[in-house]
């Protein structure tokens, strides 16, 4: 499996030999359009993986969202919602 660096972060990609898919670059999209409304309350998020074949996205919370009582919330109907609408195949988006 392929790897990226993101923020000193390991992130898988696609495996080897495998077309490389535009979902990491899209999931790079869409975090970058909801990281405004993060940061506007102290925090933020990052894509720590994508596995393309289960549809598995696992973000992690950072700043005031790391401790946030609703980020559970913020997660299900905000970035598991716009993930789920933008990125066909993803079925989980976990918070880790």
Known sequence: MS????????????????????????????IDNLRPALERDGGSLELVSYDAKSGLVEISFTGACAHCPISDVTLKYLIEAEIKAQLSGVKEVRAV
Request: no cysteine.
């Open 3 to 30: 790897k990226l660096h993101i923020k000193n972060k390991i992130v898988k990609s696609t495996p080897p030999g495998a077309k490389k898919s535009s979902g990491v670059a899209t999931l790079h999209k869409i």
